[in-house]
């Protein structure tokens, strides 16, 4: 059965099967539609168009405090500030030296500065070392605590037997109805010992005080005052 069924098949005429399907084909020459790469690349700058190679820009500045300077402070043109001392300076220049030679310095001069509530103060000291530093203990708040403001010398202040050393005390208010209170007192340390003046160890007190104005009198007030008139019976 097989070697016939084989003759059969031999003798089948021979069909050619072709396919009609064919791949597409990539052609080198689709590359030709898109651009061709740039061998270079140009740069352009603005000012070849006619524009400013520059923009410039201002800004404003502000006002920058210095902060070094004096300590004095800056107060309102319409408050006023005066100083209460509670103490007695030497009167004459014969009392100062008294005082100057028993104690070995002594406060000559106190102001308020105007237009501030800083206060100036002037030491006297006898020149008994030419190393020699001067202290003032101050305090704010009768002497429940207290700070050391170191004063500093004043050139020329020497006329032989004696020196002067000065300092500054800002005062910040607001203060209270019976105004800011300094208690203080001075040291004076020498290679030969230290030496204290004190009012006589009542310290040196003062008040500083803003001065009241008078309120102006209401003009309406005034107004009504003017158009009244007495009439007579």
């Not at 607001?174 to 030496?195: H, I, K, M, N, Q």
Request: proline share 5%.
């Amino acid at each position: 059965y097989t070697e016939k069924a084989y003759e059969m098949i031999k003798r089948l005429p021979k069909i050619k099967i072709l396919s009609s399907f064919t791949y597409p084909q990539i052609s080198s020459s689709s590359d030709d539609s898109l651009p061709p790469p740039s061998s270079s690349r140009r740069v352009s700058f603005a000012d070849a168009f006619g524009l400013s190679l520059v923009s410039v820009k201002q800004f404003d500045s502000w006002g920058v405090t210095d902060p070094s300077g004096s300590l004095e402070y800056d107060l309102n043109e319409d408050k006023e500030y005066y100083m209460v001392p509670l103490f007695n300076l030497p009167q004459t220049s014969e009392e100062l030296a008294l005082r100057v030679n028993e104690q070995k310095l002594e406060l000559e001069s106190l102001e308020l500065l105007s237009g501030t509530t800083t206060l100036r103060g002037i030491v006297r000291v006898l020149n008994i070392s030419f190393d020699k530093m001067l202290y003032v203990r101050t305090s704010l708040d009768s002497w429940k605590s207290h700070f050391d403001l170191l004063a500093e010398y004043v050139p020329g202040s020497n006329n032989g037997g004696t020196d002067c050393f000065s300092f500054k005390l800002t005062l910040v208010p607001p203060f209270g109805e019976e105004g800011a209170r300094v208690d203080f007192c001075l040291r004076y340390e020498t290679s030969l010992g230290t030496f204290w003046a004190n009012n006589n160890e009542k310290n040196y007190c003062l008040f500083c005080c803003e001065k009241m104005k008078e309120k102006p009198q209401d003009e309406s007030e005034n107004t009504r005052k003017s158009c009244l008139k007495t009439t007579r019976l």
